[in-house]
T-cell receptor
Framework: GAVVSQHPSWVICKSGTSVKIECRSL??????MFWYRQFPKQSLMLMAT?????????EQGVEKDKFLINHASLTLSTLTVTSAHPEDSSFYIC??????????FGPGTRLTVL | GNSVTQMEGPVTLSEEAFLTINCTYT??????LFWYVQYPGEGLQLLLK?????DKGSNKGFEATYRKETTSFHLEKGSVQVSDSAVYFC???????????FGPGTRLSVLP
């Protein structure tokens, strides 16, 4: 099946710094990618839909100025957590859509903000 | 709105036991239904899916039947293995351009 990678797989940063997470589709092109957040022992919550060449669509309650999304190519979307705080610590997962009901998920990035 | 409800976990079973994880959904129209599995430290992987009523999805010994009359998509496996230990997510997608809606997940632990 299609492969989606994320980098880094885990990151620890100091409060107030910014962190960039990359999501790549390795063997296919994806015009649409999604970013999810998963709290411990909870389900995935959709944060935003990333469309290649256009602005991301954010879900209600997600701060677009804090979670910057860039989808500059058909194989790469990035999520930048700006001025990170401990409450931003979470597991961030991206996915890439290849069909109407088909998404492939990345392995996730665990962010810890000290 | 659309939502997915799953049985609360964790579920702990002995190897070769029968597994059922209940899933019910609320959605308008005719959603497609999915089960995803998340192994420790990994992302989600599609386990099986069904796109219309009475369809049965199956994979790796797991199966689930799309029951529109009861709005359910229960996951079953006749004989679980230790390697099946993971978190299982039921999900739906309502149609073209729509996003996935995930249930809360059910953690399964299989003991040898």
């Amino acid at each position: 099946g299609a492969v989606v990678s994320q980098h880094p797989s885990w990151v620890i940063c100091k409060s107030g710094t910014s962190v960039k997470i990359e999501c790549r589709s390795l063997d296919f092109q994806a015009t649409t990618m999604f970013w999810y957040r998963q709290f411990p022992k909870q389900s995935l919550m959709l944060m935003a839909t990333s469309n290649e060449g256009s602005k991301a669509t954010y879900e209600q309650g997600v701060e677009k100025d804090k979670f910057l999304i860039n989808h500059a190519s058909l194989t790469l979307s990035t999520l930048t957590v700006t001025s990170a705080h401990p409450e931003d610590s979470s597991f961030y997962i991206c996915s890439a859509r290849t069909g109407v009901d088909t998404q492939y998920f990345g392995p996730g990035t665990r962010l810890t903000v000290l | 709105g659309n939502s997915v409800t799953q049985m609360e976990g964790p579920v702990t079973l002995s190897e070769e036991a029968f597994l059922t994880i209940n899933c019910t959904y609320t959605a308008t129209g005719y959603p497609s239904l999915f089960w995803y599995v998340q192994y420790p430290g990994e992302g989600l992987q599609l386990l099986l899916k069904a796109t219309k009523a009475d369809d049965k999805g199956s994979n790796k010994g797991f199966e689930a039947t799309y029951r529109k009359e009861t709005t359910s998509f229960h996951l079953e496996k006749g004989s679980v293995q230790v390697s099946d230990s993971a978190v299982y997510f039921c999900a739906l997608i309502r149609g073209r351009g729509q996003n996935f809606v995930f249930g809360p997940g059910t953690r399964l632990s299989v003991l040898p």
